[in-house]
C-alpha cells in the first residue's frame, strides 16, 4: 500500500478528550473517529487491526469446535419477554419502535435470539454439543461511555453460546472456551488472567473474566504472581480430549485470582506478600454458564438418551474485540506510540523512502515492496514528500513492527537500514536481506 494513496488521517495535537493513552494514540494514529458519545467510526488503518484481531479470535474459536453465524443486530422485544429481560434489562438497552408500533431494540447481547435458533431446529441429544457464535456490534447505553473504544455504547463482540444436554456436558463446554480464550489473548501479545467472577442467582464457580493488568483499568484485580509464569496451551491442544481440557483449567484456576467483587480478604492475607499482584485490570472477554436460566423459560429442550426432555444447559462467551485492542495499545506502547505485536499490526512493514524522485531511491524502493508483498507480507509504502523526520515520527506512531528505511546514501551502496519497532535496535543489511530480516531472521 502506498502512502500516498493511503488515507491516514494523522493528528498532530494530542486531542484534549482523551484521558488515556490507547484512545490518545488511536485517534493520533487514525485508526478511529468519534462520530457522537460512545461511537466510533474505524478509519482504514483502525480496520486492519479489527480484522486481524477477529481473524485470531475466530481461528481459535473455530479450533475449539465452536461454530459461526451471524445474527441481526435488531431484535424484536417479543423473545426478550419470553426470558423476562425486557422489563429487567434497564436503560442500558437501546428501545425503537418501527412503523407499525412494534417494539424492536438493538441488541446488547443474543442469548435470547440464539435459543430461538437453536429450539427450533435441534429436537435430540445427539446433536449436542453445539456452539453457536457470531461477531457483532452491539449497543449499550453505558451510563458513562469513556476511554474511546475502551467502554464504548456500540462496540464490537464476539459472543459464543454453548447448549449441551446436563451440567457435565455444560463444563466440558466452558472449558474448551476458557482454554480457546487464553490463546487468543497471548496469541495477541497479551498476558490474561483468568480471575472469578460473580455468578450471582446461578451458583456455581463457572464464570470468569479475562483480565489484562494495565494502570489504566477500570477494575482493582487480586492474583498470585504465579500467573505470569503459567504455560499458555499451543496449537497442539486436544480439544475433543475433556480430562486434558479440563487439566488445563484446573492449572489456570488453581492460584489466588479475584476482581475486588470477589476478593477474599482471607485468602489473600495466606498469600506470602512478594507473590500478590494487587494492581488495575481491564476485563477483555468473560464467560459463565447459566444453565437452563434460558432454556427454561424459551422452551428449549431436547429428547436425552433416557427418552425424556430435558431443557439444555447453556453457557455464554464474550470477548469485545475493540476493546481488546485499546487494551493492546495500554500494554503497549512506548513514548513515540503504539508498538504493535506482529500478530495484529495493521501492517507488517513501514517502507521509508527518504528521498522519494531519486531515482535510486525510487527504485530500490518499488523492488523492496514487490519482493515483500510477493512473500506475503503487508507493506505500507511511505512515498510521500514529507520530511525524513516526519516520515519516522509518523512510522513510530502507528508502530509497524518493522520499518524498512531507504535513503541515498545506501541505496548506491546496495543497503537498507532496518528498525526494529520495539527494541529500538537498526541494522544496516545488504538489500538482498531485507525480506530475511524482517521475517524475524538473525
Ligand atoms: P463491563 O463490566 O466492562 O461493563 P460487561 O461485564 O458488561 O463489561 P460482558 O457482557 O461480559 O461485559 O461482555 C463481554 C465483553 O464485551 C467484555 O468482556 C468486554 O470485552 C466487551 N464489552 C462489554 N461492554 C463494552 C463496552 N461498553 N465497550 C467495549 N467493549 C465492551
Ligand atoms: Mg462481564
Same mark, same amino acid.
Given at each position: ?66 461454530? =459461526?453465524? *451471524? #445474527?441481526?443486530?435488531?431484535? +424484536?422485544?417479543? %423473545?426478550?419477554? &419470553?426470558?423476562? @429481560? ?67 455504547? =456500540?462496540? *464490537? #463482540?464476539?459472543?459464543?453460546? +454453548?447448549?449441551? %444436554?446436563?451440567? &457435565?456436558?455444560? @463444563? ?271
Amino acid at each position: 500500500m502506498r502512502l500516498s494513496r493511503y488515507f491516514l488521517p494523522i493528528l498532530k495535537e494530542t486531542p484534549r478528550e482523551a484521558e488515556i493513552v490507547s484512545h490518545r494514540l488511536m485517534l493520533r494514529a487514525g485508526m478511529i473517529r468519534q462520530q457522537g458519545q460512545g461511537s466510533f467510526s474505524w478509519l482504514p488503518l483502525g480496520k486492519r487491526v479489527l480484522d486481524k484481531v477477529c481473524r485470531i479470535i475466530r481461528e481459535e474459536q473455530d479450533r475449539a469446535g465452536a461454530l =459461526e453465524i *451471524l #445474527m441481526p443486530t435488531i431484535q +424484536s422485544a417479543e %423473545l426478550w419477554r &419470553e426470558s423476562g @429481560r425486557y422489563d429487567d434489562y434497564g436503560k442500558e438497552m437501546l428501545r425503537i419502535k418501527d412503523r407499525q408500533e412494534r417494539d424492536m431494540l438493538y441488541g446488547p447481547t443474543n442469548e435470547e435470539m440464539v435459543t430461538d435458533i437453536f429450539r427450533s431446529y435441534v429436537k435430540s441429544y445427539k446433536d449436542l454439543p453445539l456452539n453457536l457464535y457470531h461477531i457483532q456490534w452491539k449497543f449499550r447505553d453505558e451510563v458513562r461511555p469513556r476511554f474511546g473504544v475502551m467502554r464504548s455504547r =456500540e462496540f *464490537l #463482540m464476539k459472543d459464543a453460546y +454453548s447448549f449441551d %444436554l446436563d451440567y &457435565e456436558g455444560a @463444563r466440558a463446554a466452558y472449558n474448551r472456551m476458557f482454554v480457546s480464550y487464553l490463546r487468543t489473548f497471548t496469541r495477541m501479545g497479551l498476558q490474561a488472567i483468568p480471575m472469578r467472577a460473580d455468578t450471582g442467582p446461578i451458583g456455581g464457580d463457572l464464570s470468569h473474566e479475562f483480565i489484562i493488568l494495565a494502570e489504566t483499568g477500570e477494575s482493582q484485580v487480586f492474583c498470585h504472581r504465579d500467573y505470569l509464569g503459567l504455560a499458555v496451551p499451543g496449537e497442539d491442544v486436544d480439544f475433543a480430549n475433556d480430562d486434558e481440557i479440563g487439566g488445563i483449567v484446573k492449572t489456570w484456576t488453581t492460584p489466588y485470582a479475584a476482581t475486588d467483587e470477589m476478593h477474599d480478604e482471607k485468602a489473600w492475607e495466606g498469600i506470602p506478600e512478594e507473590q500478590q499482584v494487587s494492581a488495575r485490570g481491564i476485563e477483555v472477554g468473560h464467560i459463565f454458564h447459566f444453565g437452563e436460566k434460558y432454556s427454561k423459560p424459551m422452551g428449549a429442550k431436547v429428547a436425552g438418551p433416557d427418552g425424556k426432555e430435558h431443557f439444555v444447559s447453556m453457557g455464554s462467551y464474550g470477548i469485545g474485540p475493540s476493546r481488546l485492542i485499546a487494551a493492546v495499545i495500554e500494554a503497549m506502547h512506548d513514548e513515540n506510540g503504539i508498538v504493535w505485536p506482529e500478530s495484529i499490526a495493521p501492517f507488517d512493514v513501514a517502507l521509508i523512502n527518504m528521498k522519494v524522485g531519486d531515482e535510486a531511491c525510487d527504485q530500490l524502493c518499488e523492488r523492496i515492496n514487490s519482493v515483500l508483498t510477493k512473500a506475503g507480507k503487508d507493506v505500507l509504502y511511505d512515498d510521500t514528500d514529507q520530511r525524513a523526520g516526519g516520515k519516522f515520527a509518523t512510522a513510530d506512531l502507528i508502530g509497524l513492527p518493522w520499518q524498512v528505511i531507504v535513503g541515498p546514501r545506501g541505496a548506491a551502496a546496495g543497503e537498507v537500514e532496518i528498525k526494529n519497532r520495539r527494541t529500538g535496535e537498526r541494522v544496516t543489511v545488504p538489500t538482498e536481506q531485507v525480506l530475511h530480516q524482517v521475517s524475524g531472521g538473525a
